[in-house]
Each structure stands twice: as structure tokens, then as C-alpha cells.
T-cell receptor, first 113, second 115 residues
């Protein structure tokens, strides 16, 4: 089945540092989404990408849809304590019918004081 | 609060019992999705509705699971004869299906523990 390989699995950084994480697949997807999840809560949508090569920003967050349609990355600049959490990539193949998202296993971001 | 809501937030049950969860989507959203998330994993798709029609079911949705959306608004997910392996977070999401719009917004989830 379709799988998203998300890396790194966890990141230990210091406040103020930039963060980069990515998601790859052997399958082509037509939509890529990035979510953040806090403990005990549902995922919160950060950025949605719809076109290959698209680069989209949301505040300190920037995400890109890879031109091969098989990957995406998320950057966070100047990290702050509230950035702590688990970041998930999600993707959808597009076309008619199928609308469920496939998720990666997440990148756990930990900020050291 | 105009986001997706789920009830209950937590449910503890004994093996073999039936449980039912409710999801209220964002009011103008016509698509509603159910996902399951186990510890250390990303959410896994179970099923989705467009209005009251159930359009897709995952292979994860065994015959002990049934979902309904009778009036195209709220939805329920029932698990019959629960097993310990059903312990997970059950997440609901909704979206407004328009051309090019694939953004799904999630609720806070229902944490199920089967003893």
C-alpha cells in the first residue's frame, strides 16, 4: 500500500534554531498537507500544497511540494517553545473517489532550553 | 466554537462491550472522515461520507465497525464486541468539498481504552 516515509523521527534543537523535516514516497500524490499535533489533541492543519513545485509559507513555516510529486518538506524558522509537538505529513493521490489521507509516522520536535 | 467536535473525549470499556462515538463537523462542511490513531503512529483512514452517503471504506474497517451519517450532519462510529486491539484514538475530520480543496480539519478525538 501507499506509505509516507517521514524523517527525522525526532529532533532535539535549541530555541531560535531553524528546523527542517521531509516526507518521501514511492507513489505520486496530488495533494500534500502538513499537520501539527499536541498530546491528547487532534492534528491541526498548518499548510496545504496542491501543485508540484509549489512553495507556500504560513508565518515562520514554509513547505514545498516536490516536483516529482513524491516528496514534500517543511521548514520552521527561528523555533520557539510553542513549536514543540509532533509534525505529520499527509498526502492524497487525487483523482475520483479516493479521499482518505495517508499520513507519515510523524517528526517529534523537542526544544531544549 | 465552530470547529469539529467529538464526544466523548475518553471512553473506557470492557472487552466484548459495544461503544458508540459521535462527531459533529464544521457546519457547512459536506464531507466527514473517520481515522484511527495508535500510539507512535500517524492517523489511519477508516471511512468517509459525502453528505449522508458513505463513499469509501478502508480495509481497516472490520465488520465490527459501522459508521452512519443519517442526515448529512453529525456522524456516529460504533464498534461492536470491542477487542483490546481496538484501543486507540478515534479522530473525526471534515472538509468542504470544492474543486481543488482537500483540506481536512480534525476534531480533538475520542480516546478508547478496552480493558
Amino acid at each position: 500500500g501507499q506509505q509516507l516515509n517521514q524523517s527525522p523521527q525526532s529532533m532535539f534543537i535549541q530555541e531560535g534554531e531553524d528546523v527542517s523535516m521531509n516526507c518521501t514516497s514511492s507513489s505520486i500524490f496530488n495533494t500534500w498537507l502538513w499537520y501539527k499535533q499536541d498530546p491528547g489533541e487532534g492534528p491541526v492543519l498548518l499548510i496545504a500544497l496542491y501543485k508540484a513545485g509549489e512553495l507556500t509559507s504560513n508565518g515562520r513555516l514554509t513547505a514545498q511540494f516536490g516536483i516529482t510529486r513524491k516528496d514534500s518538506f517543511l521548514n520552521i524558522s527561528a523555533s520557539i517553545p510553542s513549536d514543540v509537538g509532533i509534525y505529520f505529513c499527509a498526502a492524497k493521490p487525487g483523482g475520483g473517489g479516493a479521499d482518505g489521507l495517508t499520513f507519515g509516522k510523524g517528526t517529534h520536535l523537542i526544544i531544549q532550553p | 466554537d465552530t470547529g469539529v467536535s467529538q464526544d466523548p473525549r475518553h471512553k473506557i470499556t470492557k472487552r466484548g462491550q459495544n461503544v458508540t462515538f459521535r462527531c459533529d463537523p464544521i457546519s457547512e462542511h459536506n464531507r466527514l472522515y473517520w481515522y484511527r490513531q495508535t500510539l507512535g503512529q500517524g492517523p489511519e483512514f477508516l471511512t468517509y461520507f459525502q453528505n449522508e452517503a458513505q463513499l469509501e471504506k478502508s480495509r481497516l474497517l472490520s465488520d465490527r465497525f459501522s459508521a452512519e451519517r443519517p442526515k448529512g450532519s453529525f456522524s456516529t462510529l460504533e464498534i461492536q464486541r470491542t477487542e483490546q486491539g481496538d484501543s486507540a484514538m478515534y479522530l473525526c475530520a471534515s472538509s468542504l468539498r470544492l474543486a481543488g480543496d482537500n483540506e481536512q480539519f480534525f476534531g480533538p478525538g475520542t480516546r478508547l481504552t478496552v480493558l
